[in-house]
């Protein structure tokens, strides 16, 4: 994919009527990207566009139609790729959560490799719950592994016995699979250049973090007890998408960004019996 004639970088985020992914495209954005926005929900991706002179586009990332279409429109190359899309554990069953949250950014990385430009860069995004996950046997690893297979999310689910068959269980492993896939990839992209990363936010004020909070409040007692004792803005994890996608983190690919005030760590150095812990393990007990 060669230079535009024009200098302007091209930046295409998918998940951008909401949360982190609105606040990604209006970082990049400020930071002087053409923007292509998509989303599956239209009304509000509509007005961030236009606030943002950005065109916007509708599409579901569990779609191969959808997306090629998407990657047509792009066809020009690509800069920045930015990956919000997603579903938590409250919103959807299990196969469900898989599809979009693995499935579909398979799918947007297999599209839209071909279409980056040397230097571009891609952040998908992962989860602290990808991290927590614990270990996991070679038979889920496998099925985790194998994205381009339109029943993702059925083949995880026969993977594991039939007590861990529940939506947390889905979304921690869609977000661990987001890790390794973005290791794959990156070896691939490293060959024309481009970079890729995923970000692991903790907790975010985003509509979807909110929604976790409303279904599980023990979340709320975990929240004081960490190093950063608060919650996370997405443009706090803007701020990260934004130094992926720029050449100051140019050495930086095949990796996963932390950006939970200090969750994962808190967790690994104090024992799964530290106060910090016990809070956490009950809120994640009820997905
Ligand atoms: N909010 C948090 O606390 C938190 C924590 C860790 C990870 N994450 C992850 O960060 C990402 C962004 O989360 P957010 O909090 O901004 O969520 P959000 O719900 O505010 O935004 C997600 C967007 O994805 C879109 N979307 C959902 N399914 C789609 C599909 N099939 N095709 C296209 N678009 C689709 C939604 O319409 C929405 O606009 C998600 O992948 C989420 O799992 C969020």
């Not at 398979?106 to 995004?125: D, K, Q, S, Y």
């Not at 719950?129 to 059925?154: E, K, M, N, Q």
């Amino acid at each position: 994919m060669s230079q535009p004639a024009t200098s302007q970088r091209t930046a295409v985020v998918i998940g951008a009527s909401s949360g982190m992914g609105m606040a990604s495209a209006i970082g990049l954005h400020a930071d002087g990207y053409s923007l292509k926005l998509a989303d599956l929900s239209l009304p509000s991706l509509q007005d961030v566009g236009k606030r943002l002179g950005a065109e916007t586009f509708a599409a579901d990332v569990t779609s191969e139609s959808a997306i090629a279409a998407l990657a047509l429109q792009c066809r020009d190359g690509v800069d920045a790729l930015v990956i919000t899309a997603g579903l938590s554990m409250s919103m959807a069953p299990f196969e469900r959560i898989m599809d979009v949250n693995l499935g579909g950014t398979a799918r947007v990385l297999r599209h839209f490799g071909p279409l980056m430009r040397p230097g571009g860069a891609a952040v998908c995004m992962a989860s602290i719950a990808g991290h927590l996950i614990g270990s996991i046997d070679a038979g889920v690893a496998g099925a985790l592994t194998d994205t381009t297979t339109p029943d993702l999310g059925r083949r995880v689910l026969n993977a594991l016995p039939v007590e861990m068959r529940i939506p947390g269980m889905a979304y921690g492993l869609s977000k661990l699979g987001v890790m390794k896939l973005v290791q794959r990839a990156a070896v691939e992209w490293g060959a024309f250049g481009a970079r890729v990363c995923s970000i692991s936010p903790g907790l975010i004020d985003t509509p979807m973090g909110a929604l976790e909070r409303k279904t599980s409040p023990e979340a709320d007692i975990a929240v004081p007890l960490a190093p950063i004792p608060r919650t996370g803005t997405a443009a706090e994890v803007a701020n990260v998408v934004a130094f992926l996608c720029s050449p100051q983190a140019s050495y930086m690919t095949a990796c996963d960004v932390l950006v939970d005030g200090g969750w994962v760590g808190a967790i690994h150095s104090g024992g799964t019996d530290s106060p910090f812990a016990r809070a956490l393990a009950a809120s994640r007990q009820k997905s």
